[in-house]
Structures are given as C-alpha cells and as structure tokens.
C-alpha cells in the first residue's frame, strides 16, 4: 500500500493531467457509432465514470479539480450521475488539503419523499459560492441545470469545470449565460492520446 506522500503533489498539475489522459484515454473512450444524452449521434463515445469511479482517477481527477477552485469557494456541485464521483472526489482532497468544501448532488427530478428537495447535501448561506462540475460536456444543457436549481435556492454560480469538453456548444452556451467555463481536456487531445497509444 502506497503511502499518500508517494503520490504527486496537488501543485503539479503536468503529471496528474497526463495520468489521468492515460486513464481516460484506456479505460473511457471508445470508437463507435453511439446515441449520447443530447440525442446526437456520435462515431466515439466518453464514459467518464469508468474513471472518477477508479480510485485512482478519483485521486488525481480531485486533485486537479481542486487545484483549479477559486480561493472563495464555498461549495462545489454536480447534476446526478456523472458528476457524483467527481464532487466527492473534491470535496475529500480539500479536507485533505486543510480547505474543506462541502459537496451538493442535484438530482433531476425532486426526492419522492421528505423535502422533496432537488439538492442534495449540507445547506448553504444564501448567496454562497458554487462551482458546479460536470464530467463530459457536449451541449452545456446538463450543467446547466445544475446551474439553474442552485440558483433557484440563492446561491451564487459563476464556474463550471468538466472533466472533458466534446467543443460541440457547451463552451459557447456558458459563455452566453455569463458563466467562466475550463474543461481539463478538450476532446482533440484525447484523441490524438488514444492514436498514439494504438
């Protein structure tokens, strides 16, 4: 069992961004014909699970996220399912890091019972600061939601972070709604990783 002071520091940006290129780039694409969530047709698909669901790219993904976080932060957030792992992720590397930052999962219907609440997790000051993360963006549309039932409550969105940006309108619609929008990689660079491993 390795101890954590053998792993990369959260500062080094370069080898936990090639790390985790390796690991999307072995365990999540695919070349395909495949139908995505946006109802687009796709000939490669990204199942960004199959890597913040690893420990060892929840570590480094949450690593790097965090370092990414504006200082004032005060919540990070994320629309159920794909961005539960990577919320999580964060949220223990900033108590490890001595910052801890709450994680809040927005579900896409409200619960059936009790509050019957669209969020999830420790409640927050009005006009709090939330960074809501997303794992594969193609349209923007399902963090966008997120950024919506945040903002239904009173907090203060300004960011999104993704684990991957497909470049097919997500940038574009963020931008339109005044929102700072950084994606870990672009999905040209995945690619051109996945030509060079074959």
Do not use: C
């Not at 960004?48 to 200082?71: C, D, I, M, Y």
């Amino acid at each position: 069992m390795k101890n954590a002071s053998d792993s990369p520091q959260i500062n080094d940006e370069k080898t936990l961004r090639s790390q985790l290129l390796q690991l999307l780039t072995q365990f999540a694409y695919q070349e395909g014909n495949f139908l995505l969530s946006s109802g687009q047709r796709s000939s490669y698909y990204i199942n960004g699970k199959q890597v913040t669901l690893r420990a060892e790219g929840a570590l480094t993904l949450g690593r790097l996220l965090f370092s990414f976080l504006p200082p004032d932060t005060q919540a990070i957030a994320g629309l159920t399912l794909g961005a539960d792992p990577m919320v999580t992720a964060v949220s223990i590397v900033s108590a490890w890091e001595n910052h801890p930052i709450p994680a809040l999962i927005i579900r896409k219907a409200p619960k059936g019972h009790g509050t019957q609440a669209y969020i999830e997790g420790p409640t927050l000051a009005p006009g709090a600061k939330v960074v809501v993360l997303e794992d594969v963006v193609t349209t923007g549309r399902s963090a966008m939601i997120a950024v919506e039932r945040l903002q239904a409550v009173g907090y203060r969105v300004e960011q999104i972070l993704a684990l991957v940006d497909r470049e097919q309108g997500g940038a574009q619609l963020y931008q339109s709604q005044g929102l700072t929008f950084k994606a870990i990689f672009s999905i040209s660079e995945i690619q051109q990783q996945a030509r060079r491993n074959k």
